[in-house]
C-alpha cells in the first residue's frame, strides 16, 4: 500500500511504468468534470472508475479485495475514512469472488489501520490490502465525496501463466499426544485463538488455532496413527501441509501430473469451515491439501 499527496506522486513514479502512467492522469485531467462511471484510459488494460457518493457508517459496509487489478484511489473532493488489514486476516468470504467485477468481500477483522484521505490525497492498494472504503472520516458525520480510482491490470508474470493459479500456504497439521495440552500451549502460552473444535471422524479431537501472527495450526490429537501408504505419523510431526487455492481441481490435476497420488476424492467439507477441499500424497508420502473457500 502507498499513501502520499498527488503533488509528490514522482516519488513512487520509479515502482512501475503503469503506476507512473495512471498518475499522470490524474494530474493532467480535469477530473471534477468527469461524470459517474468509466472513463477510458487504455482499454482493460488501465482505466479509471469515477464515483460519487456519501460516506456511512463503518459498520454498515464490509471489505473487499481485488486480483486482476491493482487500485489507485483519489479523492478529488470530500473526506473519507479507509480501513485496511491484509488479505492473510482474512479467513471467510461474505460473497464470492466476481471475476465480472473483479472483487470480493470479505467479514470482519479485528485487525485494521484506519486511513484518512481527503482532496488532494491517493492511496494505492495491491490484491494482499483488504480494504473498506466510504466511511465517515468524522465520527457520524457525513461527507459528500468524489473519487476517481484508476484500476490497472496485473501484469503476471511467465512462471505465474505457466503454474496457473496462485496459491498460498493456508495451515500447517501437528498430531499431538496430549490435545488439551497442545491446546493450551498454543492459546495459552503463545497467545493463539481457538477457533474452532470439533470430533475427527477417527473419533480424535481436534481444532484450528490462529497464531497472534496471523497464521493457522490445526491440531489433531491421539498421534501415532498412519494415514498414509508407508508413512507413520509420530506425535509432535507436522503430518500436511495445507494450500489455499483459485481452483481445487486444477491444482490436484496439475500435483498428479508430477507424480503425486489421490487421497479420495475432491469434495465440500463443512468442518472446520466451509471449502472445497481435494487431497494428494506427495513423493515421499506427505499429505497436501488443496482449499478453497465457499458458502
Known sequence: MIIEKLESAGTYGWIAQELAKALDYLKNTDLKTLPSGRA?????????????????????????????????????????????????????????????????????????VALILQEGDYAVFTPEDCHKTRCD?????????????????????QEEERVGQKMGIHHLAVRVKDFEAAKAFYTEGLGGECYAQWTHQKGFPACMIRL?????????????????????????????????????????ERALEYGARLKGEIKDVDVPEPMHLGAVYGPSGEIVEFLKYRE
Request: glycine share 8%; with cysteine; net charge negative.
Open 40 to 112: 477510458e484510459i487504455d482499454g482493460d488494460r488501465m482505466f479509471a472508475v469515477v464515483q460519487d457518493y456519501i460516506t456511512s457508517g463503518e459498520e454498515e459496509l464490509k471489505f473487499e479485495a481485488h486480483r486482476a487489478y491493482l487500485d489507485v484511489q483519489y479523492i478529488v473532493a470530500g473526506k473519507e475514512k479507509i480501513l485496511v488489514s491484509s488479505l492473510q486476516n482474512f479467513h471467510q468470504e461474505a460473497v464470492p469472488y466476481r471475476p465480472d467485477e473483479d472483487i470480493v468481500f470479505y467479514e470482519e477483522t479485528p485487525k485494521s
Open 137 to 157: 472520516a468524522d465520527g457520524k458525520q457525513k461527507q459528500k465525496v468524489k473519487k476517481v480510482i484508476v484500476k490497472i491490470k496485473i501484469q503476471k508474470d
Open 212 to 252: 497472534n501472527g496471523g497464521g493457522i495450526l490445526e491440531v489433531l490429537g491421539d498421534g501415532g496413527e498412519a494415514l498414509a501408504d508407508n508413512f507413520e505419523e509420530r506425535s509432535g510431526c507436522f503430518i500436511h501441509l495445507a494450500l489455499i487455492v483459485e481452483d481445487v481441481e486444477a491444482a490436484v
